[in-house]
Structure formats: structure tokens, C-alpha cells
């Protein structure tokens, strides 16, 4: 199915027309372009959704009713920081991502 | 009211807002903090799958499908630059007689070009004006909009604003950066007699999101200008994406509104603007601007502003009921 | 299963076969030679006769780009154009075949500005030869119908699914009225099946398709897209095949007129190839050993079936109706040496460039060629001609 980018394909193997399969990018993570992280204050956290909202990437995830709060995919996550720009409640904050 | 006032549709609220996953998946290469790419992810979402999506060549398209692999989840194509109106023209006429013939789905699938402003006001108008005066039924034309050519290094389009340095347009001892105003495309759709035109910006994400339901609603051609911010061209911190977008309204910069049936609807009353310097301060590309050249666009905003408010209070009543 | 022919206006006819075809969508632009097809088939649409979407395009890009999404959103689709037109679309052609859209169209061929012509040549098709596209060369009415159905079936054949251009020279034969047959609407479905197509804009199944390719799969791309542009000689070869077995009218890649003893044959393409014959006829009542080889199928190129069609010859006398500026050759020329070159036997070569512009192309002109062609090969002797041109 969907492959790195930089994965050569012999000619036999290309699908017909040059195609990709749906959402197939989801192979290729975006994480690793990060310098900054966000990190969350749980606490703080008032599950309006304004950094699942407003992620470019959509990296946050709905954790429901029950848990109410929203996870970023650290796979994709590039650190831009308008999540914590958007935050109402100030509960994220961009930190230096550790290697 | 007008048909097109009257088309229901469901809007996206707080309460409504679509908690599936996107319909644009991540791992597409968009720049840290992209406006544009949040404008077209805000968008699919809205629509959800059950449409089929038409890109121009630009940065939306690179970032999203490099071989081997696409972001899109919806059926999808991109075939040059200047034709995605026209493309979609086939897709749409397509979709529709294989209907009519039962050899297609039974109900009315969307068909939504995405063009940048190039793609859009400069290589693509020709493409687009044809669409929209042809009246494809379920064709919806969007045009994401980062003022200036951003996949190619940032050259200057006709939607480039006023002051604003580009490559092409570069502020020196005798320029003050780009010499026009913005070509005013909402109008040029308006004026072929479309059932709905509307600007959009993501900052307002639930206007956004409602209004190409409205879009998709709505039988005719469809036409929606949004605002994409660009921390690369536009020289803003990448975290700035929501909140240069939120300024833009609030200066009176990028009036929300929408045409129906040729009546102005604004959306969103700006009646204490912030000041424009303030939007323009936060700029790089706009740097070199002093307090004086500031001050021309201050006038220009307020003018353009007050033409938009003028069309729109000729029907009053349609107004309050569409806010 | 067949019935009698009919006068019509070739135009009409490859209107009236794709009518048969039952087409789904035309997106098409009018520019002068091509309008009696697309005014027809608008026609058509009008008439309730053909149930279809013609989408009165602003352009020829946005034609061929109309077209490519229909096609991609699995409509048989239509489209005719000419010259300018053809330019015009020059960015889409190169991108439908590695789409795999299979798009039919027909090219009254017409030159390319400058200055302005809207007569016959054949410059419109030869700039756009390396695009991708199957392309035939028809010869008379009955073979402008034909090929428009013909066309459908290899474009849409799930081992080619390519885009076709069926060639037709521009006033010459488009507008002629010639004795036609045609067929009726239910001998053309037992012969081109429902429209099934390999790579789709389907809710259902979702696809993305026109993808950048980085350095990494650029060169696999247009090497994927040419193998199957080569295999689809024998799928054009067994629609030909299978059109004789329905209709009884026999189509080969290449044809012959007399060749089997002859010393020197004249290469020709479309419609200038039945006076060529004719002047054959004449030459041969005077014991000139000459014939004609007529390319049918351009593009792919039938290589082995040109060289077995011209084996006999000593002489060939390759014959194009569009100038290369820059270098002596036409394209067919060039084509045709490269092919040989490697070859430890082959004929002497000599190439005429001529009908520019419709400037007339005569049975003198073929006898000239004939007596040209036969002079021998001499360092210093040019063999190339600029046929007719006062200078």
C-alpha cells in the first residue's frame, strides 16, 4: 500500500495512471520536522477544542466524553505552535523537543 | 429572499462540529503553521468523502501528492495549473449524466476545484469564468488564497496586497513593493450571475465550514474566496496561522460575506476595527512600509469596507436573517 | 449487416459515429475545420438523439481539460479540434495518457499559424506526435466513421485506456461528401462493449490520481506510459480484426497499394494517399514500377509492419505535409531513416515535403516525386524537396 517517498518502484510495479491510494500520506511522518513541542496542562484544560480545531496538520485527537481532552499524534505533529497560540486557557506550552 | 437564500442546509456549529477523521489525512508536507493547508482541511471536513475534489498545481496539491502517496480520502485529481475549473467542469458534467443514465451514484455528489490565487485570479480566471457562466449544477470553485505565487518562492499574484514585498515584487530604493490592490475576485464571481459567492477564513472556522454546506446545497456554481495565511511568503511566525486570520476581519481587511443570488449578505459587523498597522506590523513582507504608506491602505480598507457594507444594506432584512 | 451508403458529409459522419457510440460527455471549442462535427453534435444533444453533456467550453485547454476529468469520472467522452486548437491543448495531451484518460478526438488537421491558414496540412498533429496518444490517419469518409469507432473501443480497452486522436484532413475530406454506410446503433454495441474504466473517480473507491512525480518516479512514470502505448498495436490490431468480423470492411496498421514488384513506393498518410494511387494507376500504365504504402496507425508506431510493407522497395520516397524548421527532414522522414538506419539493407531514401497550408497536392506532384525518387543516390544531390515552392 502507500510507501515512503523515497522508495523507488519498478516500472511493472507503478498502478495504473500513477495513483495513490486514499490518505496514504499517513506513511510518512511529519514528527520528526519538529523542533518544539506542545505540552499539555491537563488540569487547565477546558476540552473546547480549539487546538483540535485549528491544528494544520490535524494531529489532535478526541479522546471522548469520558476523558475529555484532546491528544496530539506526536507522529505528525510539526510544532508549529497554534495550538498553544489558540489555547483559551493558556494550557499548552511549546517546549524544546528533546532528541 | 432569493432561492439560494432559501436552499436549507445544515450549518456547522459547536455542538454540530464533524468529529470523524479529516477527510484530508495527515502526513502532507504543507509548512509549519500553514493557514492554507487549515483552510482545506477545515473545508473537507465540513463536506466529508462523499464528494470528489479537483486540484490546481500549487502548493496544495505538491504538499498533499507526491508519488506514492495522497492526503485526499475523497476520489481526487489533479491535472495542471490553470484548468482545475475546467476539469471539474468534466468531473461534474460526468457525474452527472452517468446519473441521469444509471450508471452513477443516485444523488448529487459535489465536485470542489481547489486553485490557489494564481491558479485562480491570474492563469485560471479563464478556466473559472467559463465554469461559472456555464452553471454546473454541484460545482464548487474554492479559491485559497496566500497572495502571491508561494509553491514557485513567493511571486507576487494579482491578489498580492498593496505594499506587500514579493520576489517579483520587491520593496527597494524606488518600490514600495507591489503597486496594485487586490484583484477584487469575489466580484468578478458575483458577476457572472452565480447563485452563491462567499469569502471565507479559516479563523472563523464554523462560518467557514457552514458555508461550503451552502455551497454544496445550493444548485448552481458556487464560488468561495478564503483567506490562507502563509508564515514562508508572509514572513509571520508559524503559530500566528488562526490569529493574523482574526486580525484580517477585525481590521476590516478581509470583509466575511456572501452573495446570494446577487444580494450582499455581510456576515460579521466590524464596527470597532482594530487598526490596520497593527495587522501590518506583524508582516516581514510588508516591513519596509512607513507610517504614511500605511496609512493610503487605512483609507483604502475603510472605502472597500464601506462599498461592501453599502451592497449589503440594500437588503436589510435578508441580512439579519442570514447572521 | 451492411447497408447501403449513403451521401454524407464527413464531418457529419464522425458525428453521427459517435452518436452510435452513445458518448457521454463532448467538451469541445469550435475552430475552423472541426465545427461541422461539434455543431452537429450539439445537434444531436438537441435533438434528444444522443444522451449526452456537451459542455460548451471557453477554450481548447479547457476541452481537453473537461475532457480528462470526465474521462477520469468514467464517461465516454468526446472532443474535436484543429491547428490552433490542437496548440492549445498542447499541455493536457502530454498528461491524459499517463492518466490513463481515454478520451477519443478527432483532429481535422489543419496548419499551425504563422501566418493564420485554416486549410489542410498536417504541422497540428506532428507538433504534438511525442504527447502519448494513439493516433490513426484516416483516408476517406467511411474510414473517418469507422476509425471515430474504432477509436472508442481501443481507447477504452482496459490494456491500452490511452487517449486517441483520429486524424482527418481539414476541408480535403472533413468537408467532401462521400459515400457512407452506417451502421446501425445496435450492430456498435456488439462491437464496443460498455465503457468499464481502469483508473476512476469513484465515491466508492477512492482514488487520487495525477500525482507529482519526484525524481525518484518521474522516469518509471513516462516509461510505464510508454510500454503500454507500444502494447497497444496489438490491441489497435485486434479491434481492426474484430471491426472486419462485425462490418466486413478489412483496416490494417499500414496499407499497400501495389507494392508487391514495385521499385519505388511512395509513404503517405490521409487522404492525400487516393490521388497518390491514382497517379499510381497512371505511372504503372507506363511501366514505372511504382506503389504506396500509406500509413494508417502513427502512433504507436507499426515498425515492423512498415518494414515488411516496404521490403520490395528500392526506392522510398517518404512523403510529409508538415515542415520541420531547422532540419531538411519532415517528421515522417526522420522517423523512417531512424528506423532503417540500423538495418543492413534498406532502400534509398528521400523525403518530400509538400500540400502546406492546402496548397493542392496533384497526381503531377507524385509523378515528380516518382522520377525524383529514382535518381540515383549521389553525394552532393539533395534528397529533399520542398514540393512546388517558388522561389
Given amino acids: 500500500m502507500a510507501k515512503e517517498i523515497d522508495a523507488l518502484m519498478k516500472?511493472?510495479?507503478?498502478?495504473?495512471?500513477?495513483?495513490?491510494?486514499?490518505?496514504?500520506?499517513?506513511?510518512?511522518?511529519?514528527?520528526?520536522?519538529?523542533?518544539?513541542?506542545?505540552?499539555?496542562?491537563?488540569e487547565k484544560c477546558i476540552y473546547c477544542g480549539f487546538c483540535y480545531i485549528y491544528c494544520p496538520d490535524g494531529v489532535y485527537q478526541d479522546m471522548g466524553k469520558d476523558e475529555k481532552w484532546y491528544k496530539p499524534d506526536f507522529d505528525y505533529c510539526k510544532g508549529c505552535g497554534v495550538c498553544a497560540h489558540e489555547c483559551p486557557k493558556d494550557c499548552i506550552e511549546m517546549v524544546l523537543e528533546e532528541v | 429572499m432569493t432561492n439560494a437564500a432559501k436552499t436549507p442546509y445544515e450549518k456547522v456549529t459547536a455542538k454540530t462540529f464533524p468529529k470523524g477523521p479529516d477527510a484530508l489525512a495527515p502526513g502532507h508536507r504543507a509548512c509549519q503553521g500553514c493557514g492554507e493547508v487549515l483552510a482545506l482541511r477545515l473545508l473537507l471536513k465540513a463536506l466529508g468523502t462523499d464528494m470528489i475534489a479537483v486540484s490546481a498545481t500549487g502548493c496544495m496539491e505538491v504538499c498533499t501528492a507526491p508519488f506514492p502517496q495522497s492526503s485526499w480520502r475523497m476520489p481526487w485529481i489533479h491535472v495542471a495549473f490553470e484548468n482545475a475549473a475546467a476539469v471539474a467542469s468534466g468531473v461534474e458534467a460526468a457525474v452527472d449524466i452517468l446519473r441521469r443514465k444509471g450508471r452513477g451514484p443516485d444523488r448529487r455528489i459535489p465536485v470542489v476545484a481547489v486553485a490557489g490565487d494564481g491558479g485562480t485570479a491570474d492563469i485560471g480566471i479563464q478556466a473559472l469564468s467559463g465554469a461559472l457562466e456555464r452553471g454546473h449544477k454541484d460545482f464548487i470553485y474554492?479559491?485559497?488564497?496566500?497572495?502571491?505565487?508561494?509553491?514557485?518562492?513567493?511571486q507576487r499574484s494579482s491578489e498580492t496586497p498593496f505594499g506587500a514585498s514579493t520576489t517579483t515584487s520587491p520593496s527597494?530604493?524606488?518600490?514600495?513593493?507591489?503597486?496594485?490592490?487586490?484583484?477584487?475576485?469575489?466580484?468578478?464571481?458575483?458577476?457572472?450571475?452565480?447563485?452563491?459567492?462567499?469569502?471565507?477564513?479559516?479563523?472563523?472556522?464554523?462560518?467557514?465550514?457552514?458555508?461550503?454546506?451552502?455551497?454544496?446545497?445550493?444548485?448552481?456554481?458556487?464560488?468561495?474566496?478564503?483567506?490562507?495565511?502563509?508564515?514562508?511568503g508572509w514572513r509571520i511566525k508559524p503559530e500566528l496561522a488562526v490569529a493574523i486570520g482574526k486580525l484580517a476581519v477585525n481590521t476590516r481587511i478581509f470583509p466575511l460575506y456572501e452573495v446570494l443570488?446577487?444580494?450582499?449578505?455581510?456576515?460579521r459587523r466590524v464596527d470597532k476595527p482594530v487598526p490596520v498597522a497593527d495587522y501590518i506590523k506583524q508582516q516581514g513582507r510588508f516591513r519596509h512600509l512607513k507610517d504614511d504608506d500605511i496609512a493610503i491602505i487605512q483609507a483604502r480598507v475603510d472605502e472597500e469596507y464601506e462599498r461592501i457594507v453599502k451592497l449589503a444594506d440594500v437588503f436589510p432584512v435578508e441580512a439579519q436573517e442570514a447572521s | 449487416m451492411a447497408g447501403k451508403p449513403i451521401g454524407l458529409e464527413v464531418s457529419l459522419a464522425v458525428a453521427e459515429a459517435v452518436r452510435l457510440c452513445d458518448a457521454d460527455v463532448v467538451a469541445a471549442y469550435p475552430i475552423t475545420p472541426q465545427t461541422h462535427i461539434v455543431e452537429h453534435l450539439s445537434e444531436l444533444v438537441a435533438d434528444g438523439k444522443l444522451d449526452a453533456a456537451y459542455i460548451p467550453v471557453e477554450s481548447e485547454q479547457s476541452a481537453m481539460s473537461s475532457c480528462i476529468g470526465s474521462a477520469a469520472a468514467g464517461a465516454r467522452t468526446f472532443t474535436a479540434t484543429s491547428s490552433q486548437g490542437l496548440a492549445l491543448m498542447n499541455e493536457m495531451l502530454y498528461i491524459a495518457p499517463v492518466l490513463r484518460t481515454p478520451v477519443v478526438m478527432a483532429i481535422v488537421n489543419r496548419a499551425l499559424s504563422a501566418p493564420i491558414n485554416i486549410w489542410n496540412d498536417h504541422s497540428d498533429i506532428m507538433s504534438v506526435r511525442d504527447a502519448g496518444w494513439v493516433a490513426v490517419f484516416a483516408e476517406n469518409g467511411q474510414e473517418s466513421l469507422d476509425l471515430t469507432v474504432m477509436a472508442f473501443r481501443i481507447a477504452e480497452d482496459p490494456r491500452v485506456s490511452l487517449p486517441v486522436s483520429v486524424n482527418i484532413d481539414g476541408f480535403t475530406l472533413s468537408h467532401f461528401i462521400e459515400p457512407v454506410v452506417l451502421p446501425e446503433p445496435g450492430e456498435v454495441a456488439g462491437y464496443l462493449p460498455p465503457f468499464r474504466p481502469l483508473v476512476k473517480l469513484d465515491i466508492a473507491k477512492p482514488v487520487s490520481?495525477?500525482?507529482?512525480?519526484t525524481p525518484e518516479s518521474y522516469t518509471e512514470a513516462r516509461k510505464a506510459t510508454d510500454d503500454v502505448l507500444l502494447a497497444s498495436k496489438a490491441v489497435v490490431s485486434e479491434a481492426f480484426a474484430d471491426f472486419r468480423k462485425h462490418f466486413g470492411r478489412e483496416y490494417n496498421l499500414v496499407e499497400t497499394y501495389l507494392t508487391e514488384d514495385a521499385e519505388t513506393i511512395l509513404v503517405t498518410m490521409g487522404s492525400i494517399s487516393e490521388t497518390a494511387m491514382t497517379a499510381v494507376d497512371e505511372m504503372r500504365a507506363e511501366g514505372v514500377k511504382v506503389g504506396v504504402v500509406r500509413i494508417r496507425?502513427?502512433?504507436?508506431?507499426?515498425?515492423?509492419?512498415?518494414k515488411a510493407a516496404i521490403r520490395p522497395a528500392k526506392n522510398l520516397a517518404v512523403i510529409d505535409r508538415h515542415m520541420v524548421l531547422g532540419v531538411p527532414d519532415g517528421p515522417v522522414a526522420l522517423e523512417v531513416k531512424s528506423l532503417l538506419y540500423a538495418d543492413p539493407v534498406r532502400p534509398a531514401i528521400s523525403n518530400y515535403v509538400l500540400g502546406l497550408g492546402g496548397r493542392d497536392v496533384t497526381r503531377d506532384d507524385f509523378k515528380h516525386i516518382t522520377k525524383r525518387a529514382q535518381e540515383p543516390e549521389a553525394p552532393g544531390r539533395p534528397r529533399f524537396e520542398l514540393v512546388g515552392v517558388w522561389e
Fill in chain 3, 209 to 213: 490520481i495525477g500525482l507529482l512525480g
Fill in chain 2, 172 to 232: 527597494g530604493a524606488k518600490s514600495k513593493g507591489q503597486s496594485t490592490w487586490k484583484k477584487d475576485m469575489p466580484a468578478i464571481a458575483a458577476a457572472h450571475g452565480i447563485p452563491y459567492v462567499a469569502t471565507a477564513n479559516p479563523a472563523f472556522h464554523l462560518d467557514l465550514m457552514s458555508k461550503i454546506r451552502r455551497a454544496a446545497a445550493i444548485e448552481g456554481p458556487a464560488y468561495i474566496h478564503v483567506y490562507a495565511s502563509c508564515p514562508t
Fill in chain 2, 142 to 154: 474554492v479559491c485559497l488564497d496566500n497572495e502571491a505565487y508561494m509553491n514557485t518562492g513567493i
Fill in chain 2, 261 to 267: 443570488d446577487g444580494r450582499y449578505v455581510l456576515n
Fill in chain 1, 11 to 42: 516500472v511493472r510495479d507503478l498502478p495504473a495512471g500513477f495513483t495513490a491510494e486514499p490518505g496514504s500520506t499517513l506513511a510518512f511522518k511529519t514528527g520528526d520536522w519538529r523542533s518544539m513541542r506542545p505540552k499539555l496542562d491537563r
Fill in chain 3, 297 to 306: 496507425l502513427w502512433r504507436p508506431f507499426p515498425v515492423e509492419e512498415f
